[in-house]
């Protein structure tokens, strides 16, 4: 489950990245970064997936 979890943050990641030109450029001029990150049902705490 974890692992499905991590797959899915970085592939919506390198997603919202292809589909805005936008976002796209932000990232590429250095000015934006998108992360993925998991939250946790249980704990309540937010962790960056890599």
């Known amino acids: 489950?974890?692992?499905?979890?991590r797959a899915n943050a970085v592939a919506q990641v390198a997603a919202?990245?292809?589909r805005s030109s936008i976002i796209s450029e932000k990232?590429?001029?250095?000015?934006?970064?998108v992360v993925?990150?998991?939250y946790d049902l249980d704990n309540g705490r937010v962790s960056?997936?890599?």
């Open 36 to 38: 993925g990150a998991r």
């Open 48 to 50: 960056l997936v890599a």
């Open 16 to 18: 919202l990245s292809a």
């Open 27 to 33: 990232v590429h001029q250095g000015t934006l970064r």
């Open 1 to 5: 489950m974890e692992n499905g979890v």
